[in-house]
């Protein structure tokens, strides 16, 4: 069944090269209605430029439920999306925090979301507020494998070759609970940002990784009220013992006696 929705986009995932798709990019929202929404696939470099879309975007699109996905939250377009409008930053992030931290549940516990991940809720797509972020680290990856650079190839003709982090990006944090874990971040952003310093650094890869954890660990972790967006993988949904991975941070600005400010789409 198809459904017109409204969606404030709060993700945008690292391009990944795909069989059927080419390259895409893993898309989440939440509705009008306050629910999480994934969309895919999005082949976003192929969108016409008035289609595309930013982060905190309101869009409004027709989407159908993917039924090869067990996961709730997984749609997929079906046609053009409509940007309706940018939703900003004024006012320490007042509308943006409405239409987030006001709309979905927020899990303080690892072990809660993960149960929550199984039968039958099947949640896939969560905020997470940590208790206490402990480290930002970097790990060494390898290139594209010799299926993904092929796949990546059918399409050099008409878009540049993404290019594969050379290195994976995690979080380090405790729970309510005190339990520690250890996430990689997916997010987009971070990716263009670590692209952005192996530019001004001319392939200096230690100090494009220590910019990046400049931002993301010194200002993010310790001086803004940090949120993690939470997404699983459906290959690894039922599978690895903790499915999810950070496609993305919510960092407004911290303010003493923080007041929200009821807002609407």
Same mark, same amino acid.
């Given at each position: 069944?198809?459904?017109?929705? *409204?969606?404030?986009?709060?993700?945008?995932?690292?391009?990944?090269?795909?069989?059927?798709?080419?390259?895409?990019?893993?898309?989440?929202?939440?509705?009008?209605?306050?629910?999480?929404?994934?969309?895919?696939?999005?082949? +976003? $470099?192929?969108?016409?430029?008035?289609?595309?879309?930013?982060?905190?975007?309101?869009?409004? #699109?027709?989407?159908?439920?993917?039924?090869?996905? +067990? $996961?709730?939250?997984?749609?997929?377009?079906?046609?053009?999306?409509? #940007?309706?409008?940018?939703?900003?930053?004024?006012?320490?992030?007042?509308?943006?925090?409405?239409?987030?931290?006001?709309?979905?549940?927020?899990?303080?516990?690892?072990?809660?979301?993960?149960?929550?991940?199984?039968?039958?809720?099947?949640?896939?797509?969560?905020? &997470?507020?940590?208790?206490?972020?402990?480290?930002?680290?970097?790990?060494?990856?390898?290139?594209?494998?010799?299926?993904?650079?092929?796949?990546?190839?059918?399409?050099?003709?008409? =878009?540049?070759? #993404?290019?594969?982090?050379? &290195?994976? =990006?995690?979080? #380090?944090?405790?729970?309510?609970?005190?339990?520690?874990?250890?996430?990689?971040?997916?997010? $987009?952003?971070?990716?263009? %940002?670590?692209?952005?310093?192996?530019?001004?650094?001319?392939?200096?890869?230690?100090?494009?990784?220590?910019?990046? *954890?400049?931002?993301?660990?010194?200002?993010?972790?310790?001086?803004?009220?940090?949120? &993690?967006?939470?997404?699983?993988?459906?290959?690894?949904?039922?599978?690895?013992?903790?499915? +999810?991975?950070?496609?993305?941070?919510?960092?407004?600005?911290?303010?003493?006696?923080?007041?929200?400010? %009821?807002?609407? =789409?």
């Amino acid at each position: 069944m198809k459904e017109k929705k *409204k969606i404030l986009i709060t993700v945008k995932t690292y391009p990944v090269p795909s069989k059927k798709y080419d390259e895409v990019v893993c898309t989440a929202g939440i509705t009008e209605d306050g629910k999480w929404i994934r969309l895919y696939p999005i082949e +976003f $470099r192929k969108l016409l430029y008035c289609n595309r879309y930013k982060k905190y975007d309101l869009i409004e #699109v027709m989407t159908e439920k993917r039924t090869e996905d +067990f $996961r709730k939250e997984s749609f997929k377009p079906v046609g053009h999306c409509k #940007v309706i409008r940018h939703i900003d930053t004024k006012n320490n992030w007042a509308e943006r925090k409405d239409l987030t931290l006001n709309k979905v549940k927020i899990y303080t516990s690892i072990e809660k979301l993960i149960k929550d991940s199984k039968k039958p809720n099947f949640i896939s797509l969560a905020v &997470f507020k940590p208790t206490e972020v402990l480290n930002f680290i970097y790990e060494k990856q390898p290139h594209w494998n010799k299926e993904e650079s092929k796949q990546l190839d059918m399409f050099l003709n008409d =878009f540049e070759r #993404v290019e594969k982090l050379p &290195f994976k =990006f995690k979080y #380090v944090f405790k729970d309510e609970t005190n339990k520690t874990s250890k996430l990689t971040i997916t997010d $987009r952003e971070i990716g263009a %940002l670590f692209l952005k310093y192996i530019l001004k650094y001319k392939k200096d890869y230690a100090s494009a990784c220590e910019k990046v *954890k400049e931002k993301y660990f010194y200002d993010f972790a310790y001086n803004k009220d940090l949120y &993690f967006f939470l997404g699983t993988a459906k290959k690894w949904h039922n599978i690895s013992k903790n499915p +999810f991975s950070i496609i993305g941070t919510f960092q407004p600005p911290k303010i003493a006696d923080d007041k929200q400010i %009821l807002l609407s =789409f």
